[in-house]
């Protein structure tokens, strides 16, 4: 997993408010709200931080530096996110 390479994908709006980010996807012109996405902190951090393309790795290394946590928590709470934003289309795995 540490090799793998993931970047945001295209065709979603997203806002943040507080600690949390919502990610909506939009078709054309119209949003689809029945498909909105909300991140929590964590989540948002990630996220914002796929502006380009990050190995699994280096995506740990800035979780651990952000939030002071241990490795092993950090890449828990990675794959998590990944295995859903992954399948639900907000990040690509390349």
Do not use: C, H, W
């Amino acid at each position: 997993m540490r090799n793998k390479l993931y970047k945001k994908q295209t065709g979603f709006v997203e806002k943040t408010v507080g600690n949390e980010t919502v990610i909506i996807p939009i078709v054309g012109t119209v949003a689809q709200m029945e498909k909105v996405f909300s991140l929590n902190e964590i989540g948002s951090f990630i996220y914002n931080n796929l502006t380009s393309e990050k190995s699994a790795g280096e995506i740990i290394r800035l979780i651990i530096n952000e939030f002071e946590i241990d490795e092993q928590t950090a890449e828990k709470d990675l794959e998590q996110f990944l295995n859903k934003a992954v399948a639900n289309g907000i990040i690509g795995e390349l």
